[in-house]
């Protein structure tokens, strides 16, 4: 949930709000309104060094923090949508592997300011104790990702096809059934999906940066350990499954984080992630208005070529990549979009509630059915599995 209250413990810069944001940037960066978009920053130099939140003037170029390539170059400014907290922002593409990153790049510190206790992964989910994956849900788990059933069942071949269709509208990105395998959840904020999955049969573990997620999660009889992934220090070769579900795009150190993965899950492991997908149609269509950027929180952002860039570094192929989005992001882009500029749409356009109307949403989901099949959805859900000598 969104929190319109600005965080008054933040000692940076002024609380802006959405309708004062051009005006805001325009004057941080001395540029005349209504000038032709350029680069605006008065340093040209490339550095990508260390600076306070906040800084208005950013570097013209910078350099990728997860591949190393220098001259990458900004897009656009932004700032944090969801929680109004201050600083300005300025973000990057690299040309090498396609991340898309923040400046000023953000220490630890830093960076955990931007999640205030409302933060919405630190609660449970509403639909903890109500959605227990019934009807086709149950079906498709059953039939599709191999989860025992509950009573005495048989699993025809029709029905393997029929679930195995059914996949692609319901159960989306569930984790295959491996027997009672060992999974680790990393960042699994307050808890709500290790939950299900501990329900499911998994021998489940998380690991959570925030005091509060941890909290949250150890309340539901979890086990979870607070620190980063690096800290919990587990055995090597411990896991069969690692999942990160919206969680990479939050790490400051993909490469170190990932080598880690290697080593704690075993030889015939699987990494399942999801993460924001920037080759997405409606990120090329709204830009800075994407609902799905998340400034500053998403410091590095990710499309199938970043994503590729990462496992070559650390040992890992995608063994699988699939495509999910639907009307949420859109209608939510949609409303970003008009606070921005709606000035210069009609009166009845701006006056849609976008985001609030159900009827525009079930319109709009078969468009975005055909857009994931077309690999430019708004998330990418990867299976990663570990390379063996014989891969090289
Ligand atoms: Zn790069």
């Known amino acids: 949930m969104e929190s319109r209250e600005p965080n008054t413990n933040l000692p940076l810069g002024s609380i802006i709000d959405g309708a004062s944001r051009r005006q805001t940037v325009e004057k941080t960066t001395g540029r005349e309104s209504g000038s032709k978009r ?25 350099t990728c923090p997860l591949c190393g390539r220098s001259g990458a170059s900004q897009l656009f400014l932004n700032y944090d949508r969801v929680h109004r907290l201050p600083g300005i922002f300025g973000l990057y593409r690299c040309g090498g592997c396609d991340a898309i990153f923040i400046q000023p790049w953000l220490s630890e ?37 191999g989860y025992p059933a509950p009573t005495d069942h048989h ?50 573990c998380g690991v959570e940066p925030s005091q509060i997620g941890t909290k949250q999660a150890q309340s539901l009889g979890l086990t979870v350990r607070h620190g980063m992934l690096a800290d919990a220090r587990f055995e090597s070769e ?38 924001p997908n920037t080759r997405s ?15 500053p929180r998403h410091v590095i952002s990710y499309c199938p070529r970043t994503l590729e860039a990462l496992c070559r570094a650390t040992g890992f192929e995608i063994a699988r990549l699939t495509f999910a989005s639907g009307p ?31 009827f525009i949403r079930r ?23 570990k390379k063996t000598a014989r891969d090289y």
Not at 351 to 356: E, M
Not at 368 to 379: A, E, Q, W
Request: hydrophobic share 35%; net charge positive; with cysteine.
């Open 38 to 62: 350029r680069p605006l920053m008065k340093s040209e130099r490339d550095d990508d060094s260390q600076s306070s939140v906040g800084k208005p003037l950013l570097p013209r170029t910078a």
């Open 109 to 145: 510190a830093e960076l955990a300011r931007y999640y205030p206790e409302q933060y919405g992964r630190f609660r449970h989910s509403r639909s903890l104790n109500e959605k227990t994956y019934t009807g086709w849900q149950r079906f498709v788990l059953e039939n599709y990702y």
């Open 155 to 204: 699993s025809s071949s029709l029905k393997k096809v029929v679930a195995h269709l059914l996949s692609f509208i319901t159960a989306k990105a569930v984790i295959p059934y491996r027997g009672t395998g060992r999974i680790l959840d990393v960042g699994c904020g307050g808890g709500s999906y290790l939950h299900r999955l501990k329900q499911w049969g998994w021998d489940a």
């Open 238 to 275: 411990f896991f069969d499954v690692v999942r990160l579900s919206n969680v990479l795009e939050h790490i400051r150190d993909p490469i170190p984080t990932f080598q880690e993965i290697q080593r704690i899950l075993k030889s015939d492991g699987l990494v399942y992630l999801t993460v």
């Open 281 to 295: 149609l409606v990120f090329w269509l709204f830009q800075e208005n994407w609902y799905a950027l998340e400034t």
């Open 328 to 358: 949420f992001n859109f209608v939510r882009s949609v409303r970003y979009f008009f606070e921005e500029r709606g000035k210069h749409w009609p009166n009845w356009l701006r006056r849609i509630r976008w985001d609030q109307s159900k």
């Open 363 to 385: 319109v709009l989901k078969p468009c975005f059915l055909i857009i994931d099949g077309s690999g430019y959805g708004d998330f990418l859900h990867a299976t990663l599995r």
